[in-house]
Structures are given as C-alpha cells and as structure tokens.
C-alpha cells in the first residue's frame, strides 16, 4: 500500500486568512482526489486532478497536482468559517484503491 | 455529483448482536465498493474492497468472518457486523467507485456513514 503524508494535520486560523495543506508520497497515484468531510458525515468530493502540473480552481480553493503526480497541495483563500472541516488527500493507485492522507483538521475562526 | 446512499445512519446495538449496513450507488453502477472505518478525528482505514459477484478483499487485521461483506450487485453492497462488541463502535463509511453519467473519469463518491454504537 502507497503511503500518503497530510500536512499540517491541524491548523486553526482567522477567518480571511489564507493557507495551504499539501499531500505527499514517494509513490506515483494515477490520479488525486480532495475531499472535505464534516462531523457525523461521509467525505464529499472536491476535485480529482489527473495530470502532472495540473491545476484547478474551486472558488476559492486551489488545487494543484505534483508535475510527477507524487504530491499535491490545496490552497484555500480568504478562509470563512463554512470551510471548517476535515480535509482528506486520496490516491488512486492499481485496482481502483484509494490511500487516504492522515488529513488535515481545519478551523476557521470568526 | 453520483449518489451513494448508506442506512441506517446511526444504529445502537446490545452486545453479540449482528447489524447489517447497507450501501447504494443510486445513479451508477459500482465496479468496486469500498468499506472503511474511521475512529474519532482520524481518517478513514480501509476494510475491505469488493467486486460485484467477488469475494471481498480484507486489509490485513480486519476479521472476515466478523464483518461479513456481500456485493451482490452493482448497485448495492452490504456490510454485517456480527457478535457486535463495543470495540466495534465506530463511524462506518461506505465508498463506490465507477464512472457516473457525463464523467469521464473513474471516481470514487461516499456514502453519508453509519454511527454504530454497541452497547
């Protein structure tokens, strides 16, 4: 199994402030997914990223995925407090398996 | 976005009992269905991985017989807890994984969890 390391894995901020959390592996995933994940609830997808250097906006959420396809970041802008949550990195390996990141506890604080 | 549906969302249980979860891909057939379980401000560990009309795959340390999995079809998988201790009280969450309508890629959309709770 491919390891994926989150980082920070907690992080408390103001809201307006900007921040980033990235997602690293030795390995190389076939594709990336990001997903944010609520108390009591099912992690939703955010954005899947497929090829090397790519990246994507979601308002104000950034993606970027590693030019090897090892690494990616998520870059959020302006924070509100509605982005509080926990966000989990996923690699998409062989056999249609994901490797989770340890993920990334986010509070925003009014 | 695809729709995976998981019931009961919170189930409370007496001890040696089974409870069984089920997971349902509503706008997509599933080729793999994942189960994971996630303890407290963790994130999610894998279970189990299976094919409809396959055998489940179990990452190493999960019991087979303990969490039975059947994938009967491509839309539904269920998940049984049997002889439930309180050990086993966690958050339960399901995963399919296909190609949904108008997507071009594979990707993988989760069910809303289950709270089990033994008692």
């Known amino acids: 199994t491919q390891l994926l390391e989150q980082s920070p894995q907690f992080l408390s901020i103001q809201e307006g402030e900007n921040l980033t959390v990235y997602c690293n592996s030795s390995s190389v995933f076939s594709s990336l997914q990001w997903y944010r994940q609520e108390p009591g609830e099912g992690p939703v997808l955010l954005v899947t990223v497929v090829t090397g250097g790519e990246v994507k906006k979601l308002k104000r959420l950034t993606f970027q995925f590693g030019d090897a396809r090892k690494d990616s970041s998520l870059h959020i802008t302006a924070a509100q407090p509605g982005d509080t949550g926990l966000y989990l990195c996923a690699g998409a390996e062989a056999g249609n398996m994901l490797t989770f990141g340890g993920g990334t506890r986010l509070m925003v604080k009014p | 976005g695809a729709v995976v549906s998981q019931h009961p969302s919170r189930v409370i249980c007496k001890s040696g009992t089974s409870v069984k979860i089920e997971c349902r891909s509503l706008?997509?057939?599933?080729?793999?269905m994942f189960w994971y379980r996630q303890f407290p401000k963790q994130s999610l560990m894998l279970m189990a991985t299976?094919?409809?009309?396959?055998?489940?795959?179990?990452e190493q340390g999960v019991e087979k017989d303990k969490f039975l999995i059947n994938h009967a079809s491509l839309t539904l998988s269920t998940l049984t807890v049997t002889s439930a201790h309180p050990e086993d009280s966690s958050f339960y969450i399901c995963s399919a994984r296909g190609i949904p309508k108008q997507r071009m890629n594979t990707e993988a959309f989760f069910g809303q969890g289950t709270r089990l709770t033994v008692v």
């Open positions: 299976s094919n409809e009309g396959s055998k489940a795959t179990y």
């Open positions: 706008d997509f057939q599933a080729t793999t």
